[in-house]
């Protein structure tokens, strides 16, 4: 091959490189990580990648160099020169892609075995998920619905459970990721790395309030963290006072936590703005609708959801797990809640 042959093969190569790496890198395509695991993986991405954009540099190369110099001159009908196989050739393009698949499949098994292990001392946290919503069980036995909670720095193994249907558990941020299947428990172990508050996304199409069904995860410096884990939970709601007040207070906290009942509907007096379930700012109507006492049409709703269906709504979404976690109590004060803030 001639010099000059040689540097316009190279000069195309390079522009072809430059194309490609281009693309990997002004395109955001992952979140940057936000836990040991997640950049391990992105290390794999990242090396399986390179080796593709060079392979990319290469083949574009001589294909650009091919159809410019060796081009049919027109008005040339003749067939082209017959070529056989070229033995080293061959050996050389099976031998290279044999050594960088193999080199991949051993970095990601790397990756893989070092991102399950969880460590000597791992906090253990029980992450449990039902139609629409997730609830965290830490070790001291406190159960919390608002987020999941962790220190930074720490390894972290989240068993998965559901309570239905399956589920799934991702944060794009931590990397990890994994269903929640009823029956089974699996394990995911999640090392933070930096501060911040990130999307928990159920990924398994479960239901009709399957794309609402989200969560926070917030990652707290280890001070923060066991600040927040000594703090005494805020007791069991009170009986609602009768003035509103505290009582609509703590009401509301059960509606929003212990029956998870934001994660379906919308009402303006507990800030949820589920769109699963009907508006409860509406049920007053809604009772006339079905021919009941507002109170009498609100217990029956919880205790046998399916019994009247709203209108524009179907049967069998609520009557899962979501109420069966609430005490009679509890029941008959998120009635008194609902029907208060529907006068
Ligand atoms: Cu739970 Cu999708």
């Known amino acids: 091959m001639r010099r000059g042959s040689l540097v316009q093969l190279l000069a195309f190569t390079a522009i072809a490189f430059a194309i490609g790496a281009a693309v990997a890198l002004l395109v955001p395509w992952l979140p940057s990580p936000a836990s040991k695991e997640a ?12 080796i593709c954009v060079a392979i990319f540099a290469i083949v574009a190369g001589v294909c650009v160099y091919a159809l410019v110099y ?4 027109e008005g040339d009908l003749s067939d082209g020169p017959p070529v056989h196989g070229h033995t080293t050739l061959e050996i050389v393009w099976t031998a290279i ?4 698949v193999t080199a991949i499949a051993i970095v990601s098994a790397i990756v893989l075995a070092q991102d399950g292990r969880a460590g000597r001392n791992p906090l253990r946290i029980t992450v449990t998920t039902q139609q629409f919503a997730y609830y965290y069980t830490y070790p001291n036995g406190k159960t919390y619905f608002d987020a999941l909670r962790l220190p930074l720095g720490r390894h972290v193994e989240l068993t998965l459970e559901s309570n239905d249907v399956i589920h799934s558990f991702w944060v794009p941020e931590f990397a990890q990721k994994s269903d929640a299947v009823p029956g089974i428990h699996n394990k995911i172990v999640v090392t933070p790395t930096k501060l911040g508050t990130y999307p928990i996304i159920c990924t398994q199409l479960c239901g009709l309030g399957h794309a609402l069904m989200r969560s926070r995860a917030i990652v707290l410096s280890a001070a923060d ?23 609509n207070a703590a009401a509301a906290t059960l509606f929003k936590t212990t029956g998870t009942c934001g994660a379906c509907h919308t009402f303006a007096p507990a800030g949820t703005q589920g769109k699963v379930g009907p508006d409860l700012d509406h049920l007053k109507a809604d009772a006339a609708k079905a021919g009941q006492p507002l109170e009498a ?3 029956q709703s919880i205790d046998d959801p399916d019994a009247y269906i709203t209108p524009g709504y179907q049967k069998g979404v609520m009557s899962g797990s979501c109420c069966k976690q609430l005490s009679a109590d509890q029941v008959d004060q998120l009635v008194q809640y609902l029907a208060e803030n529907n006068k």
């Open 297 to 299: 049409y609100i217990k």
């Open 70 to 73: 060796f081009r049919v001159k």
């Open 97 to 100: 892609p044999f050594v960088l």
């Open 225 to 247: 963290y066991d600040a927040w884990y000594k703090r005494p939970i805020a007791a069991p709601a009170p009986a609602p006072a009768p003035s509103g007040g505290g009582g």
């Open 39 to 50: 950049g391990r993986i992105w290390f794999v991405y990242w090396f399986a990648t390179w």
